[in-house]
């Protein structure tokens, strides 16, 4: 709650929780690919065609940031596509970065969301389908910033 005290405002933060989803439908999967610490996810449809991607580039090079995820829509099915990040991951995946084609005609790539992760930390990423109010998800493949 918002409180005004002598002419300034507080505010409580309540972080948002990781959207609640499902497994990739009947027939996708999911094919992965490492270069060092940095993760490509593809996922492919139940006919065998590449439909998007999520990455997460581990460390900086050329124009490309490190510590950074984008997402991939090449298939215009009407699904978007999210890239999710979990920093430093416990028991259960909390996505701290998101980064999603919703609203955009495919193809589209997101830009890269990015921001500092101390060196060796341990980090999650999952490829997820959306449309509306309905996510499917892949299993969580590990790396480190």
């Given at each position: 709650?918002?409180?005004?005290?002598?002419?300034?405002?507080?505010?409580?933060?309540?972080?948002?929780?990781?959207?609640?989803?499902?497994?990739?439908?009947d027939?996708?999967r999911?094919?992965?690919?490492?270069?060092?610490?940095?993760l490509?996810?593809?996922i492919v449809?139940?006919?065998?065609?590449?439909?998007?991607?999520?990455?997460?580039?581990?460390?900086?090079?050329?124009?490309?940031?490190?510590d950074?995820?984008r997402?991939?829509?090449i298939?215009g099915?009407?699904?978007?596509?999210?890239?999710?990040?979990?920093i430093?991951?416990?028991?259960?995946?909390?996505?701290d970065?998101?980064?999603?084609?919703?609203?955009?005609t495919?193809?589209?790539?997101?830009?890269?969301?990015?921001?500092?992760?101390?060196?060796?930390?341990?980090?999650?990423?999952?490829?997820?389908?959306?449309?509306?109010?309905t996510?499917?998800?892949?299993?969580?493949?590990?790396?480190y910033a």
């Open positions: 709650m918002a409180a005004a005290i002598a002419g300034a405002v507080a505010f409580t933060i309540v972080a948002a929780p990781t959207p609640a989803s499902a497994a990739l439908p027939g996708y999911v094919e992965t690919s490492r270069d060092g610490d940095s490509d996810m593809q449809d139940g006919a065998g065609r590449y439909i998007g991607w999520a990455e997460f580039n581990a460390d900086p090079w050329g124009d490309t940031p490190g950074a995820i997402a991939h829509d298939s099915d009407g699904l978007g596509v999210e890239a999710w990040l979990d430093d991951p416990g028991s259960s995946f909390q996505a970065r998101i980064a999603s084609t919703r609203g955009h495919s193809p589209y790539a997101t830009p890269w969301i990015t921001g500092n992760i101390a060196e060796g930390t341990r980090v999650g990423l999952r490829i997820c389908l959306v449309q509306g109010a996510i499917y998800c892949s299993g969580t493949q590990y790396t």
